[in-house]
């Protein structure tokens, strides 16, 4: 790991010294740095660590006063799927976009698309860490990384120890531990992007599974009813004829056969 920079900035002219160097470090097409409503920007007080790993990822460190940043990654200019950020703060940070509104809470972290264009709020100091890697560090795919993408790591199934990995950060410095940091963290959120992965793609199926068992258990409990059909059971359920002949397909079986049996 080495250090590509280290600013520590002050007041309004400052804040814009800090989207300058934004811009030229992190491969960011456009940065606009303000403060929140009702914020002095001469107010403004600063400092960034920019650290690259072996293998081309970054990792920032920043501290500050209150700040709102938007930011469209040069992915998003040139329509490329490249890179993923992963943001993390010690404090509570709002992140939003034109489709997403996310608060990060205290030791949270979550991860974006680099090719959207979002913004970064704080409304008090700031203390946080953003690293930027490409996809192919963690997953072959970059669908496989939709289903983690805007969610709250927390609430993973490796949640915990991805954001206790990252914590790590905050206090170890030295170049061999964060190499080694880095390694561990990138490999956790691959396996955790398969696990997550494979529970989105197996929601369609189970709730096929479910419907089918609601289906058929309606069936065997009316099946002395003389009124029974086709259409009784679409009604109960609130689906079509269709919709009960085609569940029931997909697991090789058919309405009529129940009436027979």
Known sequence: MRKKNEVSVAHHCGLNHWGTIIKKELGFAEVKTE???????????????????????LKIHMRSSAQK?????????ECKKNKFILLNSCGSLLVRSAEHRKIISAGDSIILPAWEKYTEECFSGRNSLTFIFD????????????PVMWKNISNFKMGFEINKIISNFYNNFGDRFCEKNSSALL??????????AAS??????KARNVRCAVIISFIRNNIKNPEISL????????????????TLAEEKMAFHQFLST
């Not at 989105?200 to 199926?205: D, M, R």
């Open 35 to 57: 403060m929140p409503a009702g914020t002095d920007p001469d107010m403004f007080l600063g400092s960034m660590i920019i650290d690259e790993f072996r293998n081309g990822g």
């Open 69 to 77: 940043i938007t930011l469209f990654h040069q992915d998003g200019v």
């Open 135 to 146: 996809i192919s560090s963690i997953t072959d795919s970059v669908d496989m990384l939709y």
């Open 187 to 196: 490999s956790l959120l691959g396996l955790e992007t398969e696990l997550t």
């Open 200 to 205: 989105y793609l197996n929601e369609p199926q």
């Open 231 to 246: 259409s009784s059971v679409a009604e109960y359920l609130g689906i079509t004829e269709r919709m009960v002949q085609y």
